[in-house]
């Protein structure tokens, strides 16, 4: 089955850092890439996906790219700030969308 | 609000006895999955259902059992409960399919004392 590698599992920067955090999938056949955020005693929410059809994606502070070749993508978020501290978990999926996550990184926004 | 309803939000128990914890997913969403949340822990996929049927079982103990219902609401049936199951189990609907979002309850907290 599909496999998912997240790094890192903390990740603390100052409030306008950027934090970049990565995943790595085992299945060639993972054609979607949903980036989910869990704050503290809460809900996963869906923030940003990419479709394996798409090498990068944008909303607004948050970005994701996928290199499909080398089976890794990862999620960018610019100009931090505290409320964007939470659990960040990557997930890859196949047709049969059954998501398999990563263990989840502990980012910390220090004002 | 996602739209997928789960009860109770806390429950407190005794080893060795036995819990159902319930989903309502969303209008129209046609599978539920089951996850495991441990302490420190990621998201470990326990279970899905298609529209009533099994779909696909990840790392569920055979102590522990779910169905789908006619309605679509699902129940995980969780026994001879031992402290380690303590955690939060959340259920998450989707339309079903490929690449469709998937939406999470707020959770329910298990704890075995």
Redesign the interface.
Known sequence: GENVE?HPSTLSVQEGDSAVIKCTYSDSAS??F?W?KQELG?????II?I?SNVGEKKDQRIAVTLNKTAKHFSLHITETQPEDSAVY?CAA????????????TSLIVHP | DSGVTQTPKHLITATGQRVTLRCSPRSGDLSVYWYQQSLDQGLQFLIQYYNGEERAKGNILERFSAQQFPDLHSELNLSSLELGDSALYFCASSVGGARSEAFFGQGTRLTVV
Request: hydrophobic residues 15%; glycine residues 12%; proline residues 12%.
């Open positions: 997240q054609n979607y949903p989910y809460k809900r996963p929410q869906l996906d479709r978990f999926s196949t047709g049969s969308y059954i998501p398999t996550f990563g263990r989840g």
